[in-house]
């Protein structure tokens, strides 16, 4: 069974530019998450979606950032512009339920750096 | 909110020996636990959970404990091996809220 796709793995782009991060979930897996994490940190949570819905988008930058989750089965992330501080890696995960009920399945994560 | 902390950002042990890596969380409301393993370049990878009705639980060669009274978490890895090095993370949940993680503890294997 395949387990969290997420593409690109890596991104350089200059600062003021757009970038979109896609994630396809563990097939049946009703909640994804979006998480950010810095170097040297644990992941953060940018997004949390139930289905098509997001439930928890408390820590998402909405002046810069969006997603989406059409028909609720994979998501983009996107930046637009992006700023030197969004250097980071994106995780994206998923579950077969909310996040106390299981275990999370995280993808390998997309790598930005903006110059 | 949720906070997360671990006590030492790096631990080294020597091959074979086993290994404490410690965490404490501050809501006392939190009710599930989970470890995490991260080598370099890749996503977490989930090694073992609890939940707060339970103080041990053992998997292959590791065992969680929880303690609610202090609010403390720790994961032991017994004899560990080259594979076991990573960075390993602490995440508590409390009800239908979303995973919060510790910082991480660099787990160094020394041959």
């Known amino acids: 069974e395949a387990g969290v796709v997420q593409s690109p793995r890596y991104k350089i782009i200059e600062k003021k530019q757009p970038v979109a991060f896609w994630c396809n979930p563990i097939s049946g897996h009703n909640t994804l998450y979006w998480y950010l994490q810095n170097l040297g940190q644990g992941p953060e949570l940018l997004i949390r979606y139930e289905n098509e819905e997001a439930v928890d988008d408390s820590q998402l930058p909405k002046d810069r950032f969006s997603a989406e989750r059409l028909k609720g089965v994979d998501s983009t992330l996107k930046i637009q512009p992006a700023e030197l501080g969004d250097s980071a890696v994106y995780l994206c995960?998923?579950?077969?339920?909310?996040?106390?009920?299981?275990?999370?399945?995280f993808g390998e994560g997309s790598r930005l750096t903006v110059l | 909110g949720e906070s997360v902390g671990l006590h030492l950002p790096t631990l080294s042990v020597q091959e074979g020996d086993n290994s404490i890596i410690n965490c404490a969380y501050s809501?006392?409301?939190?009710?599930?636990f989970i470890w995490y393993k991260q080598e370099s370049g890749k996503g977490p990878q989930f090694i073992i959970d609890?939940?707060?009705?339970?103080d041990k639980r053992q998997g292959q060669r590791v065992t969680v404990l929880l303690n609610k009274t202090v609010k403390h978490l720790s994961l032991q890895i017994a004899a560990t091996q080259p594979g076991d090095s990573a960075v390993y993370f602490c995440?508590?949940?409390?009800?239908?809220?979303?995973?919060?993680f510790g910082k991480g503890t660099h787990l160094i294997i020394q041959p």
């Open positions: 995440a508590v949940s409390g009800g239908a809220d979303g995973l919060t």
């Open positions: 809501n006392s409301a939190s009710d599930y």
């Open positions: 609890i939940r707060s009705n339970m």
């Open positions: 995960a998923s579950s077969l339920g909310s996040p106390n009920t299981g275990e999370l399945f």
